[in-house]
């Protein structure tokens, strides 16, 4: 991007007329279908994302469910550990009992003999088992170990019933039974079944003593299998209650929120409605309750609303018919005092000074008077909802040093120069380029206006989907409350200070309503006493969306109070007296951050994006 040489006007080429209508209603659509397909995971999450954010009902009723299954879970929990603990308790307490009759009954046997033959004694201690088992019905298998180290006069083998392994009896069970001959002891145990699965178990012993043998462990098994079914059962009946229970509490809140909802969302559709302009809509008025009351003052509030409305349009179209009429009606005199005052203006040399100063006044009114009217013409166009735009390819650089061009004797009279920063390229898009240029002219004038006689910088510049134009002035600035209201009709910064040029307060609202017809963008920056930049921004192409901006907002030299140039070497401020009177002004030389000999037609976007962050 180079500084360049702004030459005289062009003629504008012909273009395409295309007839634009400013949007009147809003979407009113109500949107409560998932987007995706439910039998596909990652749609089923996004649909599930989807319910979650925009419907109250679905959200409710998921907090519902999930705190209800929390709860349920808990107390299945307590009350499944409560039962298994009262089962096995209740069956080890039985158990107990019927071994220790089973061993009271073996011992007692055991000592009805006095046998010291050991086959005897073997036979005698069979009869003892036999004797115990008979008490103990619900045992599935018995054992008899002896203690070990005891020195006894006879000695009989251990045995055991068929299945039961050795290594059910634990050496922690064995140690308490020795430990406590009089006292049964149990420990739990998995006793294998005739399939190869486990079922719980309990293994209860307790020492017995055998004439002339001394010391011997018996041991009775037990199979708490039964229990353990019956635990099944009642765990297999809660799960089952317990969702049944979550099911219905879903419904039942999903069913409710739906109830409640139903009107809720029966209003918001009619507010989008009467947001639309369809003013007639009102909500059933049903019952005597909450939602009945909402919808009465729903519709109260809503009759309200039209009749003021309709008030206020009927207002606003005379109020439009009226600027429009006498807009209209006021340019056949206006022409006539035009011509009347142009004859007089011709003249104005042969008439003494005071007449002389007349002429020089009627003309400057008049021509005031036709741009006041053009603006308010333009104004009563865009209120009505209709305007003309002629889009077609057109250089925005070539457009720019026209604006400049025409506003040199203006500048030239405040003392202020206007300088060009523009690529070595053409910068082409399709817009109305009598629209564009009534805004480029707007925001050259208002920057010669508040320029406080500094430089004034206009700079144009493309990128792939958006050109842009910038007026950099370095005058008084505004403050943040003044930016907000800028682009506001019949708005001045400041209503005291003194207008050099006129204006009738519409420039810069006509501005801004023609960058949006384009699709484009006008912004603002400024800070007080340090100047103003404004941007526009349009679309390359008229259906293509603007991605981003190719001159930043923030100026380059954000916080200097006049433009600096390089002269002979050295950083200058402005430009003297001389350069201002002669314009227009050629300044060979590259913007900061660019090197010399930038390729001309070579896309810029990437140096701004520099600039930018350099500016930051």
Do not use: C
Not at 197 to 205: A, D, R, S
Not at 215 to 222: G, I, K, S, T
Not at 304 to 313: A, F, G, S, T
């Amino acid at each position: 991007m180079r500084f360049r040489l702004f030459r005289g006007g062009r003629a504008a080429p012909d273009s395409d007329r295309i007839q634009v209508r400013l949007p009147s209603s809003v979407d009113t659509g109500w949107v409560d279908t998932p987007p995706g397909r439910w039998w596909r995971p990652r749609e089923f999450w996004q649909n599930i994302r989807f319910l979650w954010r925009t419907s109250l009902p679905f959200r409710t009723t998921v907090v519902a469910v999930t705190l209800t299954s929390i709860t349920v879970i808990a107390v299945a929990l307590v009350m499944s550990n409560t039962i298994a603990r009262d089962l096995f308790t209740s069956r080890t307490q039985d158990v107990q009992l019927e071994a220790q009759r089973a061993a009271s009954v073996a011992q007692a046997t055991l000592e009805s003999g006095g046998e010291t033959d050991e086959l005897a004694i073997s036979a005698l201690r069979q009869d003892a088992i036999d004797a115990a088992t008979a008490q103990a019905p619900n045992a599935i298998g018995w054992a008899f170990y002896r203690v070990p180290d005891q020195s006894t006069t006879s000695v009989i083998q251990d045995i055991a019933s068929e299945g039961v392994d050795r290594n059910l009896t634990s050496d922690e069970l064995r140690s308490a039974v020795r430990a406590e001959p009089d006292t049964v002891h149990y420990q739990s145990v998995g006793l294998p079944d005739a399939e190869g699965q486990v079922e719980p178990g309990i293994v209860i012993g307790r020492v017995v003593t055998v004439p002339s043998a001394g010391n011997y462990e018996f041991y009775l098994v037990y199979s708490l299998q039964s229990s353990q079914d019956t635990l099944d059962f009642v765990q297999r009946t809660l799960a089952i209650s317990m969702a049944i229970l979550v099911l219905l509490v879903g419904l039942i809140i999903g069913s409710i929120m739906r109830a409640v909802m139903q009107p809720v969302r029966l209003a918001a559709q009619t507010s989008r409605l009467l947001a639309a302009g369809q003013l007639e809509e009102r909500i059933p008025e049903k019952g005597e309750d909450d939602i009945g009351t909402l919808a009465r003052s729903f519709n109260h509030m809503a009759d309200n609303l039209q009749h003021q409305i309709e008030q206020l349009e009927n207002l606003s179209k005379v109020q439009q018919r009226f600027v429009s009429d006498v807009s209209h009606e006021l340019r056949t005199p206006l022409t006539t005092i035009r011509l009347a005052g142009g004859l007089v203006y011709s003249r104005k040399e042969d008439f003494d000074p005071t007449l002389s100063r007349a002429a020089e006044l009627l003309h400057d009114q008049v021509e005031r008077f036709e741009l006041l009217l053009a603006d308010l013409l333009e104004i009563s166009r865009y209120d009505a909802g209709a305007v003309e735009l002629m889009r077609k390819e057109h250089d925005l650089k070539a457009l720019a040093e026209d604006v400049i061009a025409a506003m040199l004797p203006v500048a030239i009279e405040h003392g202020e120069s206007l300088v060009l920063r523009a690529p070595d390229r053409p910068v082409l898009a399709q817009f109305d380029d009598r629209r564009v240029n009534r805004i480029a002219r707007n925001l050259v004038a208002n920057a010669i206006e508040h320029g406080e006689g500094r430089p004034i910088v206009v700079t144009v510049d493309s990128n792939a989907t958006a050109v842009a134009l910038s007026v950099r002035d370095y005058g008084i600035g505004m403050s943040e409350e003044q930016q907000a209201n800028v682009f506001e009709r019949f708005w001045r910064a400041d209503p005291s200070r003194k207008r050099t040029m006129g204006g009738s307060g519409l420039g810069m609202a006509i501005a801004k309503d023609d960058a949006h017809l384009h699709h484009g963008l006008l912004e603002v920056w400024s800070v007080p006493k340090l100047g103003t930049n404004f941007r526009l921004t349009l679309p390359i192409a008229a259906d293509e969306p603007i991605v981003s901006s190719p001159l930043p907002l923030l100026p380059e030299d954000a916080g200097a109070e006049t433009y600096t140039r390089e002269h002979q070497g050295e950083k200058v401020e402005g430009f003297s007296n001389e350069d201002v009177t002669t314009q227009p002004i050629t300044l060979p030389i590259t913007l900061p951050g660019l090197e010399p000999g930038f390729p001309a037609g070579a896309d810029a976007s990437d140096d701004d994006t520099d600039s930018e962050e350099e500016s930051k």
